[in-house]
């Protein structure tokens, strides 16, 4: 499943603020009894590494950002497997705030919340996903 995030007239990168929060953008297969049968997500965030810094100090190091950004849209790919072709394609756009981040990656966290942005459903076709 591709799809594009466009910022429409936000002025800066999405979510902005401090170093710890993210966008989440979670797909799911639905199957005839509603159940979920395929799944995949996608964090949109900065990617940080620690390093030690010039005073000799560790500290976080920006190494990759994908947040949705100034004039530019965002594509995203999320695998739902075979299963999920020709299924309905409950979608979710989830705005979250990490309380702390948890192994090297920050990929893993404690999260302090969770606020749907915005989601849909995508009606079951031939073409899905």
């Known amino acids: ?6 910022p429409g007239d936000v002025g800066h990168a999405f ?16 199957g005839d009894d509603w159940t979920v049968i395929g ?12 390093r030690t810094m010039a005073s000799g100090h560790l500290g976080r190091h920006m190494v990759g950002d994908d947040r949705v950004g100034v004039g530019a ?3 995203v790919t999320l695998d739902l497997g ?6 309905a394609i409950a979608w979710r756009l989830e705005y979250q705030r990490v309380e ?14 969770s606020t749907v942005v915005t ?6 076709t031939l073409e899905n996903p």
């Open 1 to 6: 499943m591709k799809l594009t995030l466009t």
């Open 15 to 30: 979510p902005t603020g401090d170093l710890f929060r993210r966008l989440v953008v979670v797909a799911e297969a639905i």
């Open 39 to 50: 799944e995949d997500s996608r964090e949109l965030r900065r990617r940080f590494e620690v």
């Open 73 to 75: 849209a965002t594509p």
């Open 82 to 87: 075979e299963q999920a072709r020709g299924r």
């Open 100 to 113: 702390h981040p948890l192994g090297g990656d920050g990929s893993a966290a404690v999260l302090a919340g």
């Open 119 to 124: 989601q849909g459903l995508i009606p079951a």
